[in-house]
């Protein structure tokens, strides 16, 4: 069974392009911090068994973490919900150690 797992926080790359910024998200979950790569990320949501969904929840609104694609280079985003600025990139940073 899919587990859904808030991300709470992110790491950002020093670029400016919104598609090759993330480098990482992370949260708590069931009381332990936890931290995937923008890379682990996106394998855990195109396993063919995927254990966990990843959703981010931001001004009251609730958005699923999916996988996109530009230029050839994968990276992750989230639904559309309405509403600006994208709901990964408005979180806060992840805290060094990278887990929140």
Request: glycine share 8%; aromatic share 8%; proline share 5%.
């Given at each position: 069974?899919?587990e859904r797992?808030?991300?709470?926080?992110?790491?950002?790359?020093?670029?400016h392009n919104?598609?090759e910024?993330i480098e990482?998200?992370?949260?708590?979950?069931?009381?332990?911090p936890w931290?995937?790569?923008e890379d682990?990320?996106?394998?855990?949501i195109?396993s063919?068994?995927?254990?966990?969904?990843?959703?981010?929840?931001?001004?009251?609104?609730?958005?699923?973490v999916?996988?996109?694609s530009?230029?050839?280079?994968?990276?992750l985003?989230?639904?559309?919900?309405?509403y600006?600025p994208?709901?990964?990139?408005?979180l806060?940073?992840?805290p060094?150690?990278r887990a929140?």
């Amino acid at each position: 069974m899919t587990e859904r797992v808030q991300v709470q926080c992110v790491t950002k790359r020093d670029r400016h392009n919104p598609h090759e910024r993330i480098e990482g998200i992370g949260g708590a979950h069931n009381g332990k911090p936890w931290y995937l790569s923008e890379d682990e990320a996106i394998r855990a949501i195109e396993s063919s068994s995927p254990r966990w969904q990843f959703f981010t929840f931001v001004n009251g609104r609730e958005a699923t973490v999916i996988v996109a694609s530009h230029g050839g280079r994968k990276y992750l985003k989230t639904t559309a919900d309405g509403y600006e600025p994208n709901n990964l990139l408005a979180l806060t940073a992840c805290p060094i150690g990278r887990a929140a």
